[in-house]
């Protein structure tokens, strides 16, 4: 049992069983190699694929393909043709493809998350940059191009309790959704799905009217980190209103505390770290559609690899 402080001053447990943890920690390797739920399918779902297809049938499946998108998290293309064309020499998978067919089918792979099976949930909401191909930066740099290189921010909603990802949004710096919006989104998705939101946790860009109404329309309870300068009249927000006058009566750390605050870490802080030491925080693609879709799988290989160490 591991003992700490969180960030606002309230003490925190970790009560995680580390043989189990570390055995979990063993199987993400494991997936990597892992090929028998390929192969066992592989024909069958090679003719759901090619039913009624028009043209070209599809000479590998989709299984393979999410694999091969794992591993171009760690790989470039053509590592990952030498490495399927050894598993194929060993006799472990069927067929291998070339590179220029994982990189089209990789590209053009939609990933999906699966929400989880419980009806309640809590939800923490936070946003992250990932950086864009590194190319180019000496020439700007010698010839006094100074302007900033955008980034593609990604913005999960997770379950701080259990870890589980519920939401991804990924867009380049000054486009699409701002994490409050998002927010919205990704909680109205889930009650479209049937799921109760017990607690929402959010930072201070989070401080928005709108998202306070939707929490209150829900009865959804929230901790959000309120601002110093905040006012306590309700401006169209009396959930506003009455959340900035509980902080201000109590102080923040005591408001930290008695709204568990620093959960919030355990959903997306913790996620966003684990992510980024396994697979960096640059993206290899070059065209900004396909960077916005490697950023995505990104996020969404660390839940596979993470639901099958788990499973």
Same mark, same amino acid.
């Given at each position: 049992?591991?003992?700490?402080?969180? @960030?606002?001053?309230?003490? !925190? /447990?970790?009560?995680r069983n580390?043989?189990?943890?570390?055995e979990?920690?063993?199987r993400? *390797?494991?997936? !990597?190699?892992?090929?028998e739920? =390929?192969?066992?399918?592989?024909?069958?779902? %090679?003719?759901?694929?090619?039913?009624?297809?028009? $043209?070209?049938?599809?000479?590998?499946?989709? &299984? %393979?393909?999410k694999?091969?998108?794992v591993?171009h998290?760690?790989?470039?293309?053509?590592?990952?043709? *030498? =490495?399927?064309?050894v598993?194929?020499?060993? #006799?472990?998978l069927?067929?291998?493809?070339?590179?220029?067919? /994982?990189?089209?089918r990789?590209?053009?792979?939609?990933?999906?998350f699966? %929400?989880p099976?419980?009806k309640?949930? &809590?939800?923490?909401?936070?946003?992250? $940059?990932m950086?864009?191909?590194n190319?180019?930066?000496?020439?700007?740099?010698?010839h $006094?191009?100074? @302007?900033?290189?955008?980034?593609?921010?990604?913005?999960?909603? #997770?379950?701080?309790?259990t870890?589980?990802? +519920?939401?991804?949004?990924?867009? +380049?710096?000054?486009?699409?959704?701002s994490?409050?919006?998002? #927010?919205?989104?990704?909680i109205?998705?889930?009650?479209?799905?049937?799921? =109760?939101?017990?607690k929402f946790? $959010?930072?201070?860009?989070?401080?928005?009217?709108?998202?306070?109404?939707? !929490?209150? %329309?829900?009865?959804?309870?929230?901790?959000?980190?309120?601002?110093?300068n905040?006012?306590?009249?309700s401006?169209?927000?009396?959930?506003k209103a009455?959340?900035?006058?509980?902080?201000k009566?109590?102080?923040?750390?005591?408001?930290?505390?008695d709204k568990?605050?620093g959960?919030?870490?355990?959903?997306?802080?913790v996620?966003f770290?684990?992510?980024?030491?396994?697979?960096?925080?640059? /993206?290899?693609?070059?065209?900004?559609?396909?960077?916005?879709?490697?950023?995505k799988?990104?996020?969404?290989?660390?839940?596979?690899?993470?639901?099958?160490a788990?499973?």
């Amino acid at each position: 049992m591991t003992k700490w402080i969180s @960030s606002s001053g309230k003490p !925190l /447990i970790d009560n995680r069983n580390w043989k189990i943890y570390n055995e979990e920690l063993v199987r993400h *390797g494991e997936f !990597l190699l892992d090929y028998e739920w =390929i192969t066992k399918n592989w024909k069958i779902e %090679l003719e759901k694929m090619n039913k009624e297809k028009v $043209g070209r049938k599809f000479q590998f499946p989709e &299984s %393979l393909i999410k694999l091969q998108a794992v591993w171009h998290q760690l790989i470039d293309y053509r590592e990952i043709e *030498g =490495i399927t064309r050894v598993v194929v020499a060993t #006799a472990q998978l069927p067929g291998f493809n070339d590179y220029s067919t /994982i990189n089209r089918r990789v590209n053009k792979l939609e990933v999906d998350f699966q %929400l989880p099976k419980q009806k309640f949930v &809590s939800i923490a909401t936070d946003g992250t $940059g990932m950086l864009l191909n590194n190319s180019g930066e000496y020439l700007r740099d010698k010839h $006094g191009n100074k @302007s900033r290189k955008k980034w593609i921010r990604v913005t999960i909603s #997770a379950n701080p309790l259990t870890k589980e990802l +519920l939401a991804c949004d990924v867009s +380049l710096e000054g486009n699409g959704l701002s994490e409050p919006q998002s #927010a919205k989104q990704h909680i109205q998705n889930l009650i479209k799905h049937g799921k =109760i939101i017990n607690k929402f946790w $959010g930072d201070g860009a989070f401080y928005v009217k709108e998202l306070f109404n939707l !929490l209150e %329309l829900h009865k959804i309870e929230s901790a959000i980190k309120i601002h110093k300068n905040a006012r306590s009249e309700s401006r169209g927000s009396m959930r506003k209103a009455r959340e900035v006058r509980e902080y201000k009566s109590k102080g923040y750390e005591k408001w930290a505390r008695d709204k568990d605050y620093g959960t919030r870490w355990l959903g997306t802080e913790v996620k966003f770290s684990a992510i980024k030491r396994k697979f960096g925080e640059k /993206i290899r693609s070059r065209k900004i559609k396909n960077a916005l879709k490697e950023a995505k799988r990104r996020i969404w290989a660390y839940e596979e690899i993470r639901r099958y160490a788990k499973a």
